[in-house]
């Protein structure tokens, strides 16, 4: 049976909320509890989907675990981390990570492989993305001859904006850039060159860096289908908007409807949340090789 979506939770201690995670401030560490809360276009909706915070922790623990490297990752099991004995751990479970503190990098580190979403709409204004010059003749959702970097602003709400490689510079300073440049082209490389042995392309993704000890580590979700574009590799082709592991049936649907965007969103019919449901937990039963235990 389904379990029911956890749309918030509400434990003793300091918490901010972002659209997904409630994130709650343990002194020297932090707890990510990943909710069910999904969003478009800007905006959280007032459905949930099943067990997709639980998916979206158990991704990035295995990622963490298969990338290795420098992360803030200490703990996903929950019975571990040390919390007041009057917490109900239940709604907690598979969907919380303990991580180290760190002072956040002010830019999203954006890596596309393919060519696609935003990236798509500029290269066929300017053949560029980003800025970045790109061949003649390219089609929708080809692949890249090599990755390329496009970092962004974090922005607290609304959409991120697409910075040049010089802005972040002047932002972050030169070696940093370079260094996060270097680090996260990398672990998307490494990372999608995984995922294709498994029958999904990584078309692009976001990482977010932070400072821990002075070193850079690697920090909130990694390679999940709510920071990047998983599409089935069996089903590609490149020239047309590829199906994909993710909220896309969500975003298809409210497109459907007479939602402005500029008004509170409608909830999502039954059938929407459990195929959508069905989408992230195939993406990580394809990517781990394990069943998803929490069926």
């Known amino acids: 049976m389904t379990n029911a979506a956890v749309l918030e939770t509400s434990l003793e201690f300091p918490a901010r909320r972002g659209k997904v995670r409630d994130i709650y401030d343990l002194g020297e560490q932090l707890l990510l509890v990943s909710t069910d809360r999904i969003s478009a276009f800007d905006w959280v909706l007032p459905s949930g989907i099943p067990d997709k915070g639980r998916v979206l922790t158990q991704i990035s623990a295995f990622w963490f675990d298969e990338l290795g490297g420098d992360h803030h990752m200490l703990s996903t099991d929950v019975e571990q981390m040390q919390l007041p004995a009057n917490i109900d751990q239940q709604p907690l479970i598979g969907r919380s990570m303990l991580c180290r503190k760190a002072e956040v990098v002010p830019v999203e580190c954006v890596v596309r492989g393919y060519l696609v979403g935003s990236g798509w709409k500029e290269y066929q204004q300017n053949s560029t993305v980003c800025g970045i010059p790109l061949p003649a003749g390219m089609e929708q959702a080809g692949k890249l001859d090599e990755p390329i970097f496009t970092p962004s602003t974090k922005a607290e ?139």
């Not at 599409?231 to 082709?237: H, I, L």
């Open 157 to 295: 709400t609304g959409h991120d904006e697409n910075i040049s490689f010089s802005q972040m510079i002047e932002t972050v300073g030169e070696d940093v850039a370079n260094e996060l440049r270097e680090k996260s082209l990398d672990l998307y490389q490494r990372g999608a060159q995984y995922a294709l042995k498994k029958g999904i392309i990584i078309a692009d993704t976001k990482f977010e860096w932070g400072w821990h000890e002075n070193r850079l580590i690697l920090i909130d979700e990694v390679l999940t289908p709510d920071s990047s574009r998983f599409w089935p590799a069996d089903t590609y082709q490149s020239g047309q908007s590829p199906l994909s592991f993710d909220k896309q049936f969500v975003r298809d649907w409210l497109e459907t409807t007479s939602w402005d965007k500029n008004s509170s969103p409608p909830d999502l019919p039954a059938e929407i949340i459990t195929r959508t449901r069905e989408k992230y937990i195939e993406a990580f039963e394809r990517l781990t090789e394990s069943p998803f235990e929490w069926k």
